[in-house]
């Protein structure tokens, strides 16, 4: 089996609205799958349905020839979720902090350790083992908890807006670790705001507005049909954001406010 | 899959401990409160302290085991850690299991604080210490679970705590802490029979003193069990509902 998730007729309602609207798409296993959009558009609701966070209100998902609503314990053993927030425990140091998660997750102690020891070592946090979550920047924050979610080596890796408030230092540090990670076979799905990153880093982008989804393809496919110099000028023709962007730039913006 | 389920509860248990519980706000709170209401009402009636040790313990486990648990849900949801749970193999059940027994913990180790201090500085005898224990034990985890389903329940911290002082504070005054059900007067009776502070000072007078007030131990430990149960599953639903 290629596909390490396929998705068919994914649907989401919250209440009446549509959030996202019947969308089809497949990750194949070992490559960066960059799900694209803009604020809104149903990325981070498809992350939740596929993780187990929200219950689909139609169609189906698989991931490693799992169904996500049946087989969603088996599917968690298996994923690792990095979600928009750096949602660990302040006041647990950043090693208390990978071991529980680590126990979570049924990890032997033995191997935990050793996992524990060679993340922290990867991440460069070794000197900041014993500091609390709290004290961590934002940078580090993000950095132990990409590690969290590896402690249980899980063959799949949901990114939800990675590099989202960083430095650009810390940005470079964490794509040149997505990077690593997926050379060592991690299959990774990412959602990020920033368009050069997913140019540099996926293999695929599927691009979704309005909650469904305008295409799927690799970034060079994408620039050469629709004619543009870069991934994110296609980005911008696929979503049809050119209009409101020469609009915001006319002070449209401002008129309509 | 059981084991592992019941062993991710207990870390999450001992994490909460850890972080949320063994803090010198909650612990002061656990044993300042009962103590000063105590205090209010021994300076009024000298020479009944004796007396008002079952209800005692049984409010220090009321003020341990809820302080906390409460607002601990409220709290994990804001900074986005209880979805970080979620995300994790074990089921919600297990999730919330191991928050009651956090709380479980607390509310027992605050209530020996209370037991060991009425033996040692008052004298006071037990009936059957097993039994106490036990009785501890139950009446630690249905305000345990009373606690997680209040946080499961309310969107808001402060809305927690308004939510849980609706009922402890008249369980205070309806439930036998500081005067005996039996000698209340009739038409508040059936309202102390709801609370199930009530079940739980009863017992503890019983394996204390060899005496209850209020109903023959078995069914009080019957009537806190199924509190326990039926808040325990009100609170999964609760919480699966918001998820989904």
């Known amino acids: ?257 | 899959m059981i084991k592992k389920e019941i062993k991710g509860a207990f870390y999450i248990a001992w994490k909460d401990l850890k972080t949320y519980y063994l803090k010198a706000p909650n612990i002061s709170w656990g044993i300042m409160f009962p103590i000063v209401m105590a205090l209010a009402f021994v300076l009024r009636n000298p020479g009944e302290i004796k007396e008002l040790i079952p209800g005692l313990i049984a409010l220090s486990i009321l003020f341990a085991s809820t302080s906390a648990e409460a607002i601990v849900i409220v709290f994990e949801r804001r900074t986005k850690t209880l979805e970080r749970l979620l995300l994790t193999p074990l089921s919600i059940e297990s999730i919330l299991f191991g928050k009651v027994i956090g709380g479980v913990v607390f509310g027992f180790l605050i209530s020996g604080v209370f037991l060991i201090g009425s033996v040692v500085f008052l004298g006071t005898s037990i009936s059957n210490f097993i039994s106490l224990i036990l009785s501890l034990l139950i009446s630690a985890l249905v305000f345990s679970v009373f606690g997680t389903f209040v946080s499961v329940y309310v969107k808001e911290i402060f809305d927690a705590m308004t939510l849980a002082n609706f009922f402890r504070f008249p369980m205070i005054f309806l439930c036998g802490v500081f005067i005996p059900v039996s000698s209340m007067p009739s038409f508040i009776r059936p309202l102390a029979y709801v609370f199930p502070l009530t079940y739980s000072v009863d017992l503890i007078r019983f394996f204390l003193t060899g005496t209850y007030d209020v109903v023959n131990p078995l069914i009080g430990v019957t009537v806190l069990i199924v509190y326990s149960v039926i808040l325990f599953y009100l609170s999964v639903f609760t919480l699966k509902r918001r998820v989904e």
């Open chain 1, 1 to 257: 089996m290629n596909n390490v998730i396929e998705v068919v007729n994914l649907t989401k309602y919250y209440d009446n609205f549509l959030a996202v609207d019947h969308i089809n798409f497949e990750v194949k296993k070992g490559e960066i799958f960059g799900f694209l959009g803009p604020n809104g558009a149903g990325k981070t609701t498809t992350i939740k349905m596929l993780t187990g966070l929200a219950k689909p209100s139609e169609g189906t998902a698989k991931i490693d020839g799992k169904d996500i609503v049946k087989q969603i314990v088996e599917i968690k053993e298996i994923i690792g979720v990095v979600t928009e927030d750096s949602n660990l425990y302040d006041e647990l140091s950043v090693v208390d902090n990978l071991n529980f998660m680590g126990q979570l997750y049924g990890v032997p102690k033995m191997e935990r350790e050793r996992k524990i020891e060679e993340l922290l070592k990867r991440f460069g946090l070794e000197n900041k083992k014993n500091v609390k979550f709290a004290k961590l920047s934002k940078g580090m924050k993000r950095k132990v908890t990409i590690a969290a979610a590896l402690v249980h080596k899980p063959k799949m890796l949901f990114l939800d807006e990675p590099t989202t408030g960083l430095d650009i230092l810390s940005a470079r540090v964490l794509r040149s670790m997505i990077r690593e990670l997926n050379r060592a076979g991690v299959t990774i799905f990412l959602t990020t705001h920033y368009i050069e990153e997913a140019e540099q880093l996926c293999d695929t982008v599927a691009i979704i507005v309005n909650g469904r989804i305008k295409t799927s393809d690799i970034p060079r496919n994408l620039i050469l049909k629709t004619k543009t110099r870069n991934l994110e000028e296609a980005f911008i023709e696929i979503t049809g954001l050119r209009e409101e962007i020469i609009l915001a730039e006319k002070g449209g913006e401002i008129n309509k406010v």
